[in-house]
């Protein structure tokens, strides 16, 4: 009789482990697929305003232009902030689907590091090299843990090659220093790689979604 017992105990639980593995597989499948169908305009809103905000401003540098034109950085936040809050209400009047578990944990994992990238935006805008790598590095972050979540290979290897390219940064300001290589085209070189960050993080997990929903 024990062993009976036992025997339907271990088969329930092998049934319930089971079905926990299914339920699971199916959100992460799930999460996915809203990934791939309404974050492609999310990241591509932020990669282009932060490229384009990025280009202006190399040309204000290398043209020399009055340097007031250098708060348009701002435009980024403000921009990005805009197109966050028009694509959500978007969302939600063509009826999204509710949020499971891991939708929650990646706007969490986003909300957090959307905090601390003000904070890095108004700390560290008169220090270029902390400002390029401190907001490359986050997004970075950000991007490869949405990925890792939500097992979406391209999310994950955008943003670690994201992360690789902003030690670029704090590397390029020790050979500066120690060298004490006074030549203004390496500074404005911040700016291109921290706009070519952006294309690698941002805007081309952006088309190939974009792409892929289209075709579904």
């Given at each position: 009789?024990?062993?009976?017992?036992?025997?339907?105990?271990?088969?329930?639980?092998?049934?319930?482990?089971?079905?926990?593995?299914?339920?699971?597989?199916?959100?992460?499948?799930?999460?996915?697929?809203?990934?791939?169908?309404?974050?492609?305009?999310?990241?591509?809103?932020?990669?282009?305003?932060?490229?384009?905000?990025?280009?202006?401003?190399?040309?204000?540098?290398?043209?020399?232009?009055?340097?007031?034109?250098?708060?348009?950085?701002?435009?980024?936040?403000?921009?990005?902030?805009?197109?966050?809050?028009?694509?959500?209400?978007?969302?939600?009047?063509?009826?999204?689907?509710?949020?499971?578990?891991?939708?929650?944990?990646?706007?969490?994992?986003?909300?957090?590091?959307?905090?601390?990238?003000?904070?890095?935006?108004?700390?560290?805008?008169?220090?270029a090299s902390a400002f390029y790598f401190l907001i490359a590095f986050m997004m970075g972050?950000?991007?490869?843990?949405?990925?890792?979540?939500?097992?979406?290979?391209?999310?994950?290897?955008c943003g670690a090659v994201s992360i690789v390219m902003s030690v670029i940064f704090p590397?390029?300001?020790?050979?500066?220093?120690?060298?004490?290589?006074?030549?203004?085209?390496?500074?404005?070189?911040?700016?291109?790689?921290?706009?070519?960050?952006?294309?690698?993080?941002?805007?081309?997990?952006?088309?190939?979604?974009?792409?892929?929903?289209?075709?579904?």
């Open positions: 009789m024990n062993k009976t017992n036992n025997t339907a105990h271990s088969v329930g639980e092998s049934i319930d482990e089971r079905r926990s593995l299914e339920i699971i597989s199916q959100m992460i499948a799930d999460t996915s697929r809203k990934i791939e169908q309404n974050s492609s305009l999310y990241f591509l809103a932020w990669g282009y305003t932060t490229v384009l905000v990025s280009l202006f401003e190399y040309i204000v540098w290398v043209a020399d232009l009055n340097k007031s034109w250098l708060w348009a950085w701002w435009l980024i936040p403000v921009i990005g902030g805009i197109a966050t809050l028009l694509l959500g209400r978007r969302e939600r009047k063509v009826g999204a689907q509710p949020k499971s578990y891991l939708d929650r944990s990646v706007s969490a994992v986003w909300t957090v590091l959307g905090l601390s990238w003000w904070i890095a935006f108004v700390v560290f805008f008169d220090n972050i950000g991007t490869t843990i949405s990925g890792a979540i939500c097992r979406q290979r391209l999310l994950t290897v590397m390029k300001h020790w050979f500066v220093t120690n060298y004490q290589i006074a030549n203004p085209a390496l500074f404005y070189s911040d700016i291109l790689i921290f706009a070519a960050i952006f294309v690698v993080m941002m805007i081309v997990p952006g088309h190939i979604y974009l792409h892929r929903a289209k075709r579904s």
